[in-house]
């Protein structure tokens, strides 16, 4: 049984960083490809950024330049840096696994993101 926990949200001021982590048990994490999602109230979730396990990584347009995702096989845990957030960022940030080849897919319970303006 896949297990995803998030960590690293908080209060951050407008222009501030933070670092979220998704700590992974019960999958055979380097396999999957790993992907962070947020969801605000009152909108739709998007996908933030992923990593696949080859390394290659996909930003969406909003964050681009600004959020880092990676992966440490080892630690079985993916990362997401965010700097010079934004108040509209403020949501649940979500991570997901997913192996494409069967479409086994884990998802986390969320942690709370909120930017201040």
């Known amino acids: 049984q896949g297990r995803l926990v998030e960590s690293g949200g908080g209060l951050v001021q407008s222009g501030g960083s933070l670092r979220l982590s998704c700590a992974t048990s019960?999958?055979?994490?380097?396999?999957?490809?790993m992907s962070w999602y947020r969801q605000a109230p009152g909108k739709q979730g998007e996908l933030v950024a992923s990593?696949?396990?080859?390394?290659?990584?996909n930003y969406a347009d909003s964050v681009e330049g600004r959020f880092t995702i990676c992966r440490d096989n080892d630690k079985n845990t993916m990362y997401l840096q965010m700097i010079s957030l934004k108040p509209e960022e403020t949501a649940v940030y979500y991570c997901?696994?997913?192996?494409?080849?069967?479409?086994?897919?884990?998802w986390g319970q969320g942690t709370q993101v909120t930017v201040s303006s």
């Open positions: 019960g999958i055979l994490f380097s396999v999957y490809t």
């Open positions: 997901r696994a997913y192996r494409t080849w069967d479409r086994n897919e884990w």
């Open positions: 990593i696949n396990s080859g390394m290659n990584t």
